[in-house]
């Protein structure tokens, strides 16, 4: 089951981008484009397919040429991608996706193997289109002492980048990076940040009392 809802567009799906869309590499702007296409090769988010006549250089990145002279580059074949003046991450921001945070009174309960990891009657929900809801809660109502800071860091197109990851330790061992904050999150959601959030898929999360099951699907 699920309980969120499905990304609007299938793969295959192309449509014009409004913005102005840059990629830099070795200092060099690679392309610099008011003319770039969202192309979904998957349901969940677009690529950029960049003009061909736009594109200073291809010699030594990775990329493909698609049939009507476009190209789309591997992300990391690019030191910086930018949409306006703008730093992006991971990949376009999917102009049909929301973002919302929202402060709630629902009491978020976070378990694994037996331990109370988390509870609080004040979590931030972060609704994001094509998946599960996340809940964001104080420091305050984390027990770190069942928590060990992890090196990791990720990034998100629409949160920012991970300023803190955790593992919990439990009796059956260690469960890597199932907790993580943005202390400087992105203006949109501003709500999470400093808060704490588990991945549902990883911990027996429960709901005002009713399992957060339905994230596992």
Known sequence: MRNYPKPPVP?????????RVRGVA?????????RALY???KPYYPWYAIPRED????????????EDTHVLFDWDALDAWFEEDEQIHVHPRNPYARVDAVRSSRTVRVELDGVLLAESSA????????????????RTAVDFSHLEPSDTVTAC????????YWSARTPTGLHADIAWVYDFPLTAVAPIAGLIAFYNEHVDLTVDGAPEAAARG
């Open 123 to 138: 979590p931030v929900l972060l609704f994001e289109t094509g998946l599960p809801t996340r809940y964001y809660l104080d």
């Open 157 to 164: 197109p629409y949160k920012g980048r991970t300023t803190g």
């Open 55 to 66: 594109v200073a250089r291809l010699d030594g990145l990775a990329h493909r040429l698609l």
């Open 39 to 41: 192309v979904w090769e």
């Open 26 to 34: 070795g200092g060099d702007v690679i392309f610099d484009t008011t």
């Open 11 to 19: 793969a295959g799906h192309v449509e014009p981008s409004p913005r």
